[in-house]
């Protein structure tokens, strides 16, 4: 079947098993991280219990097996995203590090006074602020494209927006605040053609759809390996072999360098040239795991069971009249609603629905400046993934009844 059976993957998430105060846990905070399934947590295992060791080809049998594992594994998250190899693939604790890495290393080498960099009005502060602070240091400009009443991108601004001056377009392919996909492909021609880079925030999509860098035509991408059933602290940094060849390494030190002498030294090889001293070795190997479990669930059943959840959540929470719901309709989003009860804090919120098991985020979910032009200072939020089902949104809907008789 086209569709992914929730019920049978939730038998790999022992977490889901959870009690809160005598509820059921019901987690619904899966833009914020996702829960790791037992192949995963059993890659982790096998990794400390059989073949920890440092990488970088030490001569005995542990290491030759951890930096084959660990090589293998870039390999792995390369076929996953339809990057040409392993040498486009580092990894990164995050998002956010991939952000500041080509920020660090390109950034800081090539902006200057008259350069622009064009971000939108939705980003996420790992790109917003990362980037907005690169200007304020290189004397480089930063502009916003703006967002439509429905959360969409302004394209006709963005067009206008990006010029010759323009030297790099970040852009989230998915919000984690309204759930908008972006035309990202259409941002990359923009951006193309006065001479820029596209980078692709991929921290929410990567994990829910299925994501061709080359098909998008993305300079750089990055995403986080723990929105996707991966650890905390693995992620990976997508470049262009011909971009990574380019610009310097950001991060000096051990297992980045080809030859040290006291005046100077050179580079090893791509991707570790970007990648200095002892990395997350288990965290890369587990992140690998995680996209073999999720090629097996296949990313297209994932992406429209995200979507089914998306859509059956919007029209629940907009049959009640006090509910205000952010971004686009509830057909063409991804597996996140942001949304505002009329008279209740979003935190009381999420304080109320956690009582009865249900987890949810509220806040500004590191998009502080888009919250302002939405005209809200926080929201509550609910995102989905793989293991959640139907009759868990009721029991949102169901408690948010709760809240309201307590606040009203
Ligand atoms: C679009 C986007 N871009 C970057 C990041 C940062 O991911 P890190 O793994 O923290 O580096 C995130 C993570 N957003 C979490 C934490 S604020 C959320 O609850 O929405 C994201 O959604």
């Not at 040498?87 to 350069?115: C, H, R």
């Amino acid at each position: 079947p086209d569709t992914l059976n929730a019920e049978a993957i939730r038998e790999d998430f022992p977490i889901l098993d959870r009690k809160i105060g005598g509820s059921e846990l019901v987690y619904l905070d899966n833009g914020a991280t996702s829960q790791t399934p037992q192949q995963v947590i059993e890659a982790i295992v096998d990794y400390y219990t059989q073949y920890n060791a440092n990488i970088h080809r030490g001569l005995h049998t542990l290491s030759q097996e951890a930096s084959i594992a660990y090589e293998e594994a870039h390999d792995t998250v390369a076929d996953f995203i339809g990057a040409d190899g392993r040498e486009e693939i580092v990894f990164t604790k995050n998002t956010t590090e991939a952000q500041n890495l080509v920020a660090y290393s390109w950034g800081m080498n090539e902006l200057g006074p008259g350069d622009e960099i064009v971000l939108t009005q939705m980003e996420h502060h790992a790109s917003l602020v990362t980037w907005q602070q690169m200007c304020k240091r290189t004397g480089a400009e930063v502009k916003y494209i703006p967002i439509t009443n429905e959360g969409y991108l302004d394209m006709e601004a963005a067009e206008s927006l990006v010029t010759d001056d323009t030297k790099l377009v970040s852009v989230s392919h998915v919000s984690n605040t309204l759930g908008t996909i972006n035309p990202v492909d259409e941002l990359a021609a923009i951006a193309h053609d006065h001479g820029a880079y596209l980078f692709v925030d991929g921290a929410q999509s990567v994990p829910t759809r299925p994501v061709d860098v080359g098909a998008l035509d993305a300079d750089f991408l990055a995403f986080s390996g723990h929105k996707m059933c991966g650890p905390t602290g693995s992620g990976a940094l997508y470049g262009k072999k011909e971009i990574l060849e380019e610009i310097e390494p950001a991060f000096y030190g051990g297992g980045m360098i080809r030859k040290v002498e006291y005046e100077d030294s050179t580079w090893h090889d791509l991707p570790w040239k970007f990648e200095a001293g002892t990395p997350g070795i288990c965290e890369g190997i587990a992140l690998a795991a995680a996209c073999e479990y999720l090629s097996d669930i296949g990313m297209e059943r994932v992406q429209s069971h995200e979507e089914s959840l998306a859509e059956y959540a919007y029209d629940q929470l907009a049959r009640c009249d006090d509910v205000e719901i952010f971004g686009p309709p509830g057909n063409d989003r991804t597996g996140l609603v942001s949304f505002d009860v009329e008279g209740i804090h979003p935190h009381d919120l999420s304080s109320i629905v956690n009582e009865h098991g249900v987890a949810i985020r509220a806040g500004d979910h590191c998009t502080q400046p888009l919250h302002g032009t939405l005209g809200v200072p926080a929201s509550a939020r609910a995102s989905f993934y793989i293991y959640n089902t139907h009759e868990e949104i009721d029991v949102l809907v169901d408690v948010l009844h709760e809240a309201r008789e307590i606040f009203h």
